[in-house]
């Protein structure tokens, strides 16, 4: 809640200012959306800014390669889905390397910047910067938290080109509130500090459970509440 998201927005506006093609790129299908929403908002053409999550883009830069042997629309069935997942990655770079032979700058980019990297695999980020229309010129911004990993035993942060780029700190909380960053503190013993600026907030209301079904129970009563 450091506020990454907000500055990887503020970063493609400055770069769209620039007159720069940029890539937002992120792991989660229903934040990519919502980007894509804020930049069409601010009439950021698509032609110049694009948002994807990693999955998705990398399907349709397969589809418009026309990649040999690889799936042209992601499957319903659960096993094979999971190979197309599987695949999917071998199956980008393979897409790259054909537009790039076939001289498709327009499907190339200056700038390249990542959200939720913690999420990433080392393999996809080498990948990514294949994006880039220039490496040496290239423009990339890595946001990450790794306390935010939903997959554990995912090889992340450990990418030798992403680790030699200076890294920024963002050490205060932007998205909660004060009374929500104490409650943090007294049950994690993590301390985060805030801004002045930051509302006190409600006190927090906590809801027990006692197994998944009745934990989703409680959250339907509560957004249907909110």
Known sequence: GSGKSLMAQWEVARLFKEGKRIAFLCYNDLLAEQMQNNFQKREFP??????????????????????????????????????????????????????????????????????????????WLDTILLLLKEKKKGFVRFFYDSHQTIYKGRPVLGNTKIESMPVIF?????????????????????????????????????????????????????IARL
């Open 46 to 123: 698509a032609s110049q800014v694009t948002a994807a999550s990693f999955y998705k883009l990398a399907a349709k830069y397969v589809r418009l390669a026309k990649v040999p042997g690889a799936p042209r629309k992601e499957p319903q069935n659960d096993e094979w889905k999971k190979e197309y997942f599987a695949k999917m990655p071998h199956y980008f770079k393979q897409a790259l390397d054909i537009l790039r032979k076939q001289n498709k700058a327009s499907r190339f980019f200056d700038a390249l910047i990542i959200d939720e990297g913690q999420d990433f695999d080392n393999s």
């Open 170 to 222: 963002l050490k205060r909380g932007f998205r909660s509130t004060k009374k929500i960053l104490l409650w943090v503190r007294e049950i994690t013993g993590i301390s985060v500090s805030c801004y002045e600026t930051t509302p006190t907030g409600h006190d927090v209301d906590v809801r027990l459970y006692s197994d998944p079904q009745e934990q989703i129970a409680l959250l339907y009563a509560e």
